[in-house]
């Protein structure tokens, strides 16, 4: 009893009178109650052309390009209308650059003191140079690792919404449009 007022009142939802406004909105009810801006172009939103193939109305084709859309949200659990964002989390800061670099400048430091006849100043130069050239290192390895993380999450991002156009794509080609 309860499956099929569950099935009467989803399908009572696809049939729903509608109107041709330029925004429309549809609300989708499974485990929590979810509602999806459609697009005012579904060309320029999914990047398809859609065509009837089998001579739908204007009105069947509005109802189908719905129920594609909610489904293809069904599928995915994207919305190319609010699409989801990505978050990428930044590298932790790496603490002791400036330290290892300094050791490793004041080691080189005294060697060249050594040959000037001053290790202790070769020293002190060395670790210094060598401090800023361990900081500056670490702050272009943190960067590039930020750059690699934001890259990796608009791939995801992109890939989230090309299965929704793909699953949408095989429902609108089901119902019997041309799409290119």
Known sequence: MKASIKIYATLLLFFLTFTLTSQETITITEEKKTTLKLPKDYSKTLGLYIFPSKNQDSLQQQKDLKECYSWAYNQTKFDPMNPTKVTVK?????KGGAVAGAARGAVAGVAIGAVAGD???????????????????TRRAQSMQNAQNTQKAKSIESEMKT?????????????????N
């Open 90 to 94: 930044e590298t932790e800061k790496v």
């Open 119 to 137: 290790t202790g100043d070769g020293a002190a130069i060395g670790a210094v140079t060598g401090a800023i050239r361990g900081r500056r290192a």
């Open 163 to 179: 299965s929704f156009v793909k699953a949408f794509s095989a429902c609108i080609k089901a119902k019997g449009y041309s799409i």
